[in-house]
């Protein structure tokens, strides 16, 4: 075991550099540097960042716990490339754009900057999603689109939990929808293969107006569009500072005019009895059960994320 002195207390306006320290004591010090700086996490994240900083040529990264072993055991120094991490992140850039990787339901998704970071509360809508599809007569011929599919999560999501259907992202940015046909290509190679990642287009178009000659032909829309408003300064200085804004703002004092334009879309491509869930704020739970009952939805429900938050509507197309 290394004997090498460690100071948890630099001297005044110093920071004592982590590269080649004992692993055990880099992750202390990573770690109180990262709780300093408001990242509430700062233990995972100190312990994340070090398996990105000791990956291999071949991409291959130790787990967590691996981490963690290293560190018991003392045999371990941290890496070359540790101490930039964790200034960056300790700056606020994402964990996921130093790692270049955003975890979505069974999927690794590749992002950095110019692309929207999936949330782990995004997820809930393909539960839905997964259940109104397995009811179809004929699940495995589905189509389902994805309007502002950014990465690609929701649409790549689907397409991976849903065999044999047939997944449309359409993005606005072509900077995101570059991000998004990257994973089409890459996210499936331990999740399924090409033969997923076939049945999924990525298209550069307005959702709003997304999808010409297809009205009437889609079996369910998921979206999670810019919906904050635009007033409105997010507290996370990861979205505030490095989401796009593009992907955040909903065009309108009440963040509600670009979800407006988008359910209203879905209600023309949508069949009779077609799904439609969306994701918003919390705060606008009731103003959207109302667009969606105005464009004509029936069966219009809030539905809760995993903290019983009001995150999401859903509703079916009218005939």
Do not use: C
Not at 22 to 36: F, K, N
Not at 194 to 217: F, M, N, S, Y
């Amino acid at each position: 075991m290394s004997t090498e002195p460690l100071s948890d207390s630099p001297g005044p306006g110093e920071e004592q550099p982590l590269d080649g320290l004992p692993l055990d004591g880099a992750l202390r010090l990573a770690t109180r540097r990262l709780a300093a700086a408001g990242i509430v996490s700062a233990r995972a994240e100190a312990e994340l960042l070090a398996a990105h900083a000791f990956r291999g040529a071949d991409g291959a990264e130790p787990s967590r716990g691996q981490i963690a072993a290293r560190a018991l055991v003392g045999s371990a120094v941290a890496p070359d490339g540790y101490e930039d991490l964790i200034a960056a992140r300790a700056e606020r850039v994402p964990l996921q754009h130093l790692t270049g990787r955003a975890p979505f339901r069974h999927l690794t998704l590749s992002v950095g900057p110019g692309v929207f970071v999936p949330r782990p509360e995004t997820e809930i809508l393909i539960d839905h999603l997964n259940a109104y599809v397995g009811s179809l007569e004929t699940p495995d011929r589905a189509v389902i689109v994805d309007l502002a599919t950014g990465s690609g999560a929701l649409a790549l999501a689907a397409a991976h939990e849903n065999p044999g259907s047939r997944v449309i992202g359409v993005e606005l940015s072509e900077t995101a929808a570059a991000w998004a046909r990257r994973n089409a290509s890459t996210a499936f190679a331990l999740a399924g293969g090409p033969a997923i990642a076939d049945r999924v287009e990525i298209r550069t178009e307005d959702a709003a107006r997304a999808l010409p000659g297809w009205e009437g032909a889609v079996d369910a829309v998921v979206t999670n569009p810019p919906y904050i408003p635009t007033a409105a300064v997010p507290r996370d200085p990861e979205v505030a500072h490095h989401d796009p804004e593009m992907a955040l703002y909903g065009g309108s004092a009440d963040g509600m005019a670009i979800p407006t334009a988008f359910v209203r879309r879905a209600a023309r491509l949508l069949r009779p009895g077609g799904l439609l869930i969306m994701e918003h704020a919390e705060v606008q739970e009731e103003p959207a059960a109302a667009l969606f009952a105005s464009a004509g939805f029936t069966d219009v429900v809030t539905v809760p994320d995993l903290t019983g938050r009001p995150r999401a509507t859903k509703g079916y197309a009218g005939g």
